[in-house]
């Protein structure tokens, strides 16, 4: 395992556009998560209410609410991430690196572990990212501290960092499927974000009845974290990860892998 990491920080760590990538993606981030107070306080100030609730009371980063919100609207900027990964992936057909790495006499299944391990680190550090970030902000604006507070309802970094593994290893399938960058990233990111949600909308009009759209991969990555901001005017949500979403994604998880290794196995490494 740390041969198969060593490989890929080998090639990352002299790769400029994955670092300029990185960094603009922890940015963004940061000013999103970080910025949700200052925004309610610009609406506040032009007079605008949710149902007659002044913005700028709306206890956003609570320890009691902070670890459902951020990771709820962190997940909305994992797509870039997705890019990421694709770029990794499909570089290795477009510079053939993958076919020197059998030829030098890594197997199938080393190169695809070491992928994963690299989605595994990307997650890792994510989900690190935004709990120090949660902390930060916790202290900074919760009106209640204390240890137990504050990691009451930190079991949603646990479900924000199985939703991002997830959704790489999504697009680590894609980026085997297509093996050009720019039509990997076209595809991941029309699936993601028209395709099958567009799909789930019109098979839940016609199919009322039913709820098997609930099942597609994206929409079951999404399900993990449940939009938390209904609480705020009075209406319930669920303020869990459920054990059902989870069960559900790492059997995608499981699907996606293999998947991609079976691509592995039967496509040309050639290019």
Do not use: C
Not at 82 to 100: A, D, H, L, P
Not at 215 to 236: D, T
Request: without cysteine.
């Amino acid at each position: 395992m740390p041969r198969l990491l060593a490989i890929e920080w080998l090639k990352l760590k002299s790769y400029r556009p994955f670092w300029i990538l990185m960094t603009l993606y922890f940015l963004v981030l940061s000013l999103v998560l970080s910025g949700v107070m200052l925004f309610f306080e610009y609406l506040a100030s032009r007079g605008a209410e949710f149902n007659g609730i002044d913005p700028s009371i709306v206890p956003f980063y609570d320890f009691a609410d902070i670890w459902q919100n951020m990771t709820y609207l962190a997940t909305f900027l994992k797509i870039f991430l997705g890019f990421i990964v694709v770029i990794s992936i499909t570089n290795e057909y477009s510079y053939k690196t993958i076919r020197q790495h059998i030829i030098d006499g890594l197997t199938r299944w080393e190169f695809l572990g070491s992928k994963l391990l690299i989605i595994l680190a990307i997650a890792v550090v994510n989900t690190l990212f935004v709990f120090v970030l949660g902390l930060i902000l916790g202290w900074i604006y919760s009106p209640v501290q204390g240890m137990d507070v504050m990691f009451e309802y930190a079991g949603f970094l646990l479900g924000y960092f199985l939703d991002v593994f997830a959704f790489l290893t999504f697009a680590l399938l894609v980026g085997m499927l297509i093996k050009r960058t720019g039509f990997a990233i076209v595809l991941l990111a029309l699936y993601t974000l028209f395709i099958e949600p567009i799909g789930a909308l019109v098979l839940s009009i016609e199919y009322s009845e039913y709820t098997f759209h609930q099942y597609f991969p994206i929409r079951a990555i999404n399900n993990l974290i449940q939009v938390p901001f209904g609480k705020y005017l009075f209406q319930e949500v669920q303020d869990y990860v459920a054990f059902g979403d989870i069960a559900l994604v790492v059997a995608y998880v499981g699907l996606f892998i293999f998947f991609s290794y079976r691509l592995l196995k039967i496509r040309d490494i050639g290019g």
